[in-house]
C-alpha cells in the first residue's frame, strides 16, 4: 500500500537536517538554536512542553515559516526556497487546520490525491482509517477523531517520502490511538520517514527510534527513549514498606540518590542500580523488612520530567 | 490555477443556497418586481425617454457582481484563512494562491452568469434592448466584475476574522449598492452626484453598461476610472493579505 513504485537508492544524507535554526515572533524567541538530523526510515519525536517551540520547528521544516537563522534542509533540498519539491516528498498533518465544511470525506481525498505525481489510491487509505461508513460524509459533520484520521491519510496521500504529524494522536480514543501506532509503524515499515510531535510520552516511547526532548527553544536532550530513562538522574525507582521507621539521614547518604518520597509510611527512592544494592544493605543491616518491595524502571514520563526541570534550574542559576 | 481546486469550488459554491440565491436570482428577481410595476414600464422624459426598467437591468447586473465579490467571497476567503484551510494547502504543492484564485474564477463566474440572467429576463420578460454596442457592454462587464472581486480581495486582506469581513464588506456594499445605482439610477442622480458617483468604480460601471446599452462605446473615462481602481485595489490587497 504505501510508497508504490518507489525505488530509493541508499544514501547517507540525512533526511531531515535541522542545524542551528532560530525563530522569534515580536522579539520573543522561541526556537533558540536547535539542530538535529533524522535518518531515512526512522520515526524521530519532538517531545517538549507547551511552547518550547516544537510546533514552530516543524513549521520551518514543513516550509511554512521562514527561519531567521540556521538552516533547514529536506531531502537536501531548502523548504522555503524549493517548496514545491519538498511538498511533493512530504505529508503534513498539521496541528491546527480544518477543511473547507461542506467538502466531503472522498472529494477532500480525492482533491488532495490529484495535488501529487504519484499518489496512494485513497479508497484502502481509507479503509485503514476507518473512514470507509464516512466517505460521504461533509467535513463539517465529522467528529474531532474523524477529522483527525482524514488529516492523517491527507498526510499520507502523496505517496511522501517524509511525514511530519504534530499532536498525532489528539483527540482520538484509546483504541483509534492504538490502531493508529500500528499504521505509522506500517508506513515506516515501508521506508518512509516519520517526524512526530507530541506530548504523549505512551505515544514517543512505543514509535520513537530516537527523541529530541526541547524545552524552551533548545534540544534538552536527544536520545532513544531508553537512553534518555537511562541518562535521567532517577532511573531506577525503588518502594517499598518498612517494617520499622527509617532514619532519614541513612537514606540521604545513598549512593546516586535522586529522589526520597514518604507517603502513608511507604517510601519511594530513585536512583540507580547502585542505589538499589545500597538500600537492601541498608534494610539487612537494621533488620527492617521491606514490604511489598518494587524495583521497577523509571518511564519516559520520569525523564522526561527530569530533563525539563534540570533545564529550569540552569537558567535559574 | 489549478483545475481539481476550481472544480472543487464550484462544487462547493453550489452547495450554498444562500449564496446562489443572492448572486444569481436576486438580482433578476428584483428586475421582476419593478417591472411589475405599471409605471416603470412607462416611458419617462428624465430618463432620456427610457423606461425606468431600461435603466434598471444594468443596476441588476452590477448588482450580483456586488454581492458576491465584497459579500460572499471576503467572508469565504477570510473563513478559509481563519479556519486554516489556507495553511493546509500550503503544506501541498499546490499553494494557496489556488485557491484564492479560485474562489475568484467563482464568484467572477458566478456575477457574469447572473448578468447574463437578468439581460435575457429583461429582453424576454420586459422588452429591454440588448446591448446595442454588444463588445463594449462586454468590456464594461469584465473590467467591473474585475473591480468587484478586486474590492473583495482588499476587505478579505484587511479582516482578521469573518465577523469583521461581513462588517467591512457590508460597509462598503450598500455606498457601492448606492453608486451602481439601486435606489436611484445614475440618470437620475443631480449632476454634480452623477460627477462623483462616476468616480467610483460601480458608479463608473454603472455608466459605462448604461453608454453600451444604448448603443455608444462607453465614454473612456468611465473605463479609466474603472481600470485605476483594478490597478490600486489588486495592489492594496497583494500588499495586505495574510495567509495566516
Known amino acids: 500500500m504505501w510508497r508504490q513504485g518507489a525505488s530509493r537508492e541508499p544514501d547517507a544524507m540525512p533526511v531531515i537536517e535541522v542545524t542551528e535554526l532560530r525563530k522569534s515572533y515580536g522579539g520573543r524567541t522561541v526556537v533558540d538554536g536547535v539542530s538535529f538530523a533524522v535518518e531515512e526510515g526512522e520515526i524521530f519525536g519532538i517531545l517538549g512542553p507547551n511552547g518550547a517551540g516544537k510546533t514552530t520547528t516543524v513549521e520551518c521544516v514543513e516550509g511554512l515559516r521562514v527561519p531567521d537563522a540556521g538552516r533547514v534542509r529536506v531531502t537536501g533540498l531548502d523548504p522555503v526556497a524549493d517548496h514545491a519539491r519538498v511538498a511533493r516528498v512530504l505529508g503534513a498533518q498539521l496541528q491546527q487546520s480544518e477543511l473547507q465544511p461542506k467538502l466531503t470525506v472522498r472529494e477532500a481525498l480525492e482533491l488532495y490525491a490529484s495535488f501529487y505525481p504519484s499518489p496512494l489510491d485513497w479508497a484502502p487509505l481509507a479503509e485503514r482509517l476507518g473512514l470507509t461508513a464516512k466517505l460521504t460524509t461533509r467535513f463539517g459533520k465529522l467528529s474531532g477523531g474523524q477529522k483527525q484520521r482524514l488529516f492523517i491519510a491527507l498526510a499520507l496521500i502523496g505517496n511522501p517520502r517524509v511525514v511530519v504529524l504534530d499532536e498525532l494522536t489528539t483527540g482520538l480514543d484509546p483504541r483509534a490511538r492504538r490502531d493508529t501506532w500500528a499504521l505509522i509503524e506500517d508506513v515506516r515499515a515501508s521506508g518512509v520517514t516519520v517526524l512526530l510531535v507530541t506530548h504523549f510520552m505512551e505515544e514517543a516511547q512505543r514509535l520513537c527510534d530516537r527523541i529530541a526532548v526541547i524545552d524552551k527553544g533548545r534540544v534538552a536532550a536527544l536520545d532513544t527513549p531508553a537512553g534518555l530513562i537511562r541518562r535521567s538522574a532517577g532511573a531506577t525507582v525503588i518502594s517499598f514498606t518498612p517494617s520499622a521507621p527509617l532514619d532519614d539521614r541513612d537514606l540521604a547518604v545513598l549512593p546516586a540518590l535522586a529522589s526520597v518520597e514518604h507517603k502513608d509510611g511507604r517510601i519511594t527512592l530513585s536512583g540507580t542500580d547502585e542505589t538499589v544494592n545500597a538500600v537492601i544493605t541498608l534494610l539487612a543491616r537494621h533488620r527492617i523488612t521491606a514490604h511489598q518491595l518494587r524495583v521497577v524502571d523509571a518511564t519516559l514520563d520520569d525523564a522526561f520530567l527530569d530533563l525539563t526541570k534540570a533545564d529550569t534550574k540552569e537558567e535559574a542559576a | ?244
Not at chain 2, 486582506?157 to 436611484?184: D, H, Y
Not at chain 2, 468611465?222 to 485595489?233: Q, S
Request: with cysteine; charged share 10%.
Open chain 2, 1 to 244: 490555477m489549478s483545475t481539481a481546486v476550481l472544480k472543487t469550488e464550484v462544487r462547493l459554491f453550489r452547495r450554498e443556497p444562500g449564496a446562489i440565491f443572492w448572486i444569481l436570482l436576486f438580482p433578476t428577481l428584483l428586475l421582476v418586481i419593478l417591472g411589475s410595476i405599471p409605471s416603470f414600464r412607462d416611458h419617462q422624459a428624465d430618463l432620456g425617454g427610457l423606461r425606468t426598467i431600461d435603466v434598471y437591468v444594468p443596476v441588476a447586473v452590477l448588482l450580483g457582481m456586488i454581492v458576491g465579490g465584497l459579500q460572499a467571497m471576503p467572508q469565504t476567503l477570510t473563513g478559509y484563512r481563519e479556519r486554516g484551510i489556507l495553511r493546509r494547502m500550503a503544506t501541498t504543492p499546490v499553494r494557496p494562491s489556488a485557491l484564492l484564485s479560485a474562489q475568484m474564477a467563482v464568484y467572477g463566474g458566478a456575477a457574469l452568469v447572473s448578468a447574463l440572467l437578468a439581460l435575457a429576463v429583461g429582453r424576454l420578460g420586459f422588452g429591454v434592448r440588448l446591448p446595442q454596442q454588444p463588445l463594449g457592454y462586454v468590456l464594461a462587464l469584465l473590467l467591473a466584475v474585475l473591480a468587484a472581486l478586486a474590492l473583495g480581495s482588499v476587505v478579505a486582506a484587511l479582516s482578521r476574522t469573518t465577523k469583521i469581513a461581513g462588517a467591512i464588506g457590508s460597509a462598503v456594499f450598500f455606498p457601492s449598492m448606492f453608486c451602481a445605482g439601486v435606489w436611484a439610477p445614475v440618470q437620475s442622480m443631480p449632476h454634480l452626484l452623477a460627477r462623483i458617483v462616476g468616480c467610483t468604480p460601480f458608479g463608473a460601471a454603472a455608466q459605462a453598461l448604461n453608454q453600451a446599452a444604448a448603443g455608444h462605446w462607453p465614454g473612456w473615462s468611465h473605463l479609466g476610472v474603472l481600470v485605476v481602481w483594478i490597478l490600486l485595489l489588486t495592489g492594496a490587497a497583494s500588499r495586505w493579505f495574510r495567509w495566516e
